[in-house]
């Protein structure tokens, strides 16, 4: 089940996640931002963390062909087709170490705002219990 802004942008992120449960997101933001509750933040920095994960495991695959990549022979045609693998692999590698950095960025935006969010509910809590 996906509901709300943040949940569409999960799955148009992750595709179908309806066996790890909903993703709630806030109704109708304004000006390109929306609303979440901390849990429905968590549900979301969850996802992106399973995605960093294979990020990652897909940047030590990647590491271990370039590591493994040999010339069958001498020839020009067996050196031709390393030094050609070993370049695809290298734009690879930057594609995938780009990947991950920007999840990681992604991951520390998203957990301030939960965090800032979290601060806030306390916030206004305390100030419930004052009046």
């Known amino acids: 089940m996906i509901i709300g802004e943040a949940g569409r942008a999960a799955q148009t992120v992750f595709g179908d996640v309806s066996s790890r449960g909903p993703v ?39 590491g271990n062909i370039v590591t493994a990549l040999r010339a069958p022979g001498t020839d020009a045609a067996s050196t031709g087709f390393v030094s050609s693998g070993a370049d695809s692999l290298s734009a690879l590698q930057d594609q995938n170490d780009s990947m991950r950095k920007y999840v990681q960025g992604y991951l520390t935006k998203l957990k301030a705002a939960r965090d800032k969010t979290v601060a806030t509910d306390q916030a206004n809590a305390e100030l419930g219990k004052t009046r």
Do not use: H, R
Not at 33 to 44: C, G, Q, T, Y
Not at 45 to 50: A, H, S
């Open 24 to 62: 709630y997101g806030g109704g109708g933001g304004g000006g390109g931002a929306f609303e979440m509750e901390p849990a429905e933040l968590d549900a979301v920095i969850n996802l992106w963390e399973d995605q960093l994960t294979k990020i990652t495991a897909d940047g030590v695959k990647i």
